[in-house]
């Protein structure tokens, strides 16, 4: 695998992970993040010695465009949850969990 293959796995795995937001599928989102986090540590390791052309290094800007604009919208989505998690008094938070 090339440094873009792993910068395209990780896009795909930020629209899965959105696809599970939208679903309110957060079992899955978090489970996709598991496996971004494993791309970009994979990423850190390849993506230090690549050398991309001025057409790859298009390509990876408008993958990572993309991973952000995916970020923003999962964000945007977690937000109302994040806030009843935040305004639920800790003794009470496992409630929300089930």
């Keep these: 695998m090339n440094v873009l293959d792993y910068y395209r796995a990780l896009e795909q795995a930020s629209e899965r992970m959105l696809q599970a937001a939208e679903s309110d599928d957060w079992d899955r989102v978090v489970e996709l993040e598991g496996a971004c986090a494993v791309l970009i540590e994979r990423l850190r390791e390849v993506g230090t010695t690549a050398q991309l052309s001025p057409t ?29 998690w935040d305004a639920t008094p800790p003794g009470s938070r496992s409630t929300l969990l089930h």
């Design 56 to 84: 790859e290094r298009a390509e990876k800007h408008r993958i990572m465009l993309a991973i952000l604009k995916h970020d923003a919208r999962i964000r945007a989505l977690a937000e109302p949850w994040l806030d009843l």
